[in-house]
């Protein structure tokens, strides 16, 4: 009887074809293209550039494409954690000549402590990962030794370290203990290191959707709920019942007031979300922004959900259009610090000077947004950023300087009755650990900071 045939083992730097490869190595090129090259994670997870990771990500299988996200994911959302945890096992330090040394030891690591994984399998596809780059192959045995005490001590270390602190940098959380105080800095932190639910803002018959979803509604009215396959397959995706945005993403389009009938401009307005709830609530809607591919995603999202608006691609600091607005809703583009939940690799990619640059450009936005405001109405300015700089110096220093605009304090009965969401001007403020539950996968929201002005 012919004995079945082996699979032979690749050769060092050759193609390896064994199963669950092709998941670590497009998750190994993702975390390169954002630690390395400085790519956002969106764009390498939905963006058309076939020279990324995006091809290989789109043609693994939905089970595999779901786990090289959740590696990625782990990995940015624990990097601080990951880095200290593998440091303590490196005495001579990573090879700064062979890159992908780390990458293999940050997603094996992120498997066996974080993932369920089975360890072998974490340890042994991270060696045959390293063994396919020219440089790290001769690291391989390193890879092995290190992932293997991981396994065995791992877990224990890091119950002892102060995860929150290590996995947000420096910089950021020092401006958080200055802005906040020790402790809503910790929490912050704290909440940034949890898988966020996924909210969705629906048209109609929130309980309904609940039901039909395994979720649950919240004070906002989004359904909140958690996923764990793709998005497009979820009910009512395909029908355009509800689309995809944070529970505080959606309050500030509501601070806007009835807008039913009103012409309303919503600036820098691209995936959409709040253009489509200011559609349903009845308003004849513009929607502004800069980028072609962003304005294009905003047309396909208004088509899945057989809502129409007016599309402009303007840079909105220098837009005139014929007519004034009776509302405007400006969400600035922003370090997005308070959305690190969502999109962990925020905090690796900005830097501290990013703050000063955004800022001077909210200002010209916010300035122009005026302009844009006819006599009477009002203009909502909002950045999903926890940084002051971003939010209330930027309105202080429009107060200061412009009369012909005036702040309209929001009320706790406009947040539903959350005193905690507005500042002592008045402002919406939100922070990451807010909406709190019982069950912690349920709770947490988006960092937002929102103004109301009416132009005198």
Request: hydrophobic residues 45%; contains cysteine.
């Amino acid at each position: 009887m012919a004995k079945s045939a082996r699979k032979k083992k690749p050769r060092s730097g050759e193609p390896d074809d064994s199963p669950g490869l092709a998941v670590r190595r497009v998750a190994a090129d993702i975390v390169e293209g954002v630690l390395n090259r400085r790519r956002a994670l969106d764009e390498m997870l939905e963006g058309s550039d076939a020279r990324a990771a995006t091809a290989a990500l789109a043609a693994l299988a939905d089970r595999d494409r779901g786990l090289a996200r959740a590696i990625v994911a782990v990995v940015l959302r624990r990097l601080g954690t990951l880095r200290y945890l593998l440091g303590s096992f490196l005495e001579e330090g990573l090879p700064a000549q062979a890159p992908r040394v780390e990458t293999a030891l940050l997603i094996g690591a992120a498997q066996i402590l974080f993932l369920e994984v089975p360890d072998h399998a974490a340890v042994d596809l991270a060696v045959r990962l390293a063994r396919e780059d020219r440089m790290a192959k001769h690291f391989a045995g390193l890879i092995n030794a290190v992932l293997r005490r991981i396994t065995r001590e791992g877990k224990e270390r890091i119950a002892a370290l102060d995860a929150p602190v290590l996995d947000t940098p420096p910089w950021l959380m020092a401006r958080w203990i200055k802005t906040y105080g020790e402790a809503t800095a910790h929490a912050i932190a704290a909440a940034n290191g949890r898988e966020p639910a996924l909210d969705l803002t629906v048209k109609s018959d929130a309980e309904a959707w609940a039901a039909k979803l395994d979720g649950r509604v919240l004070p906002t009215g989004s359904v909140r709920t958690i996923v764990h396959g793709a998005v497009t397959a979820l009910p009512g995706f395909d029908e355009g019942a509800w689309w995809v945005q944070d529970a505080a993403a959606s309050i500030p389009a509501r601070l806007l007031g009835n807008v039913a009938g009103l012409r309303v401009a919503d600036l820098c307005a691209a995936p959409g979300g709040k253009t489509a709830q200011l559609i349903v609530a009845g308003a004849k809607v513009t929607a502004v922004d800069r980028a072609p591919g962003r304005l294009k995603r905003l047309q396909d999202n208004l088509t899945r959900l057989s809502l129409d608006a007016e599309l402009v691609c303007a840079d909105v600091a220098v837009w005139t259009p014929d007519q004034t607005f009776d509302a405007v809703l400006l969400d600035a583009p922003c370090t997005s610090t308070g959305t690190i939940r969502r999109h962990p690799d925020v905090p690796w990619l900005k830097r501290s000077a990013d703050i000063a640059s955004l800022a001077a450009a909210q200002r010209r936005l916010l300035d122009h947004a005026i302009t844009l405001t006819k006599p009477g109405g009002i203009l909502v300015y909002c950045t999903c950023s926890l940084e002051p700089e971003e939010g209330t110096d930027i309105v202080a220093d429009l107060l200061a300087r412009e009369q012909s605009v005036r702040r309209v304090p929001i009320a706790a009965a406009e947040v539903f009755g959350e005193a905690d969401f507005i500042n002592a001007d008045g402002d919406l403020r939100t922070l990451p650990y807010y909406f709190t539950a019982a069950d912690s996968r349920f709770a947490g929201g988006d960092g937002f900071y929102a103004a109301r002005l009416e132009k005198r």
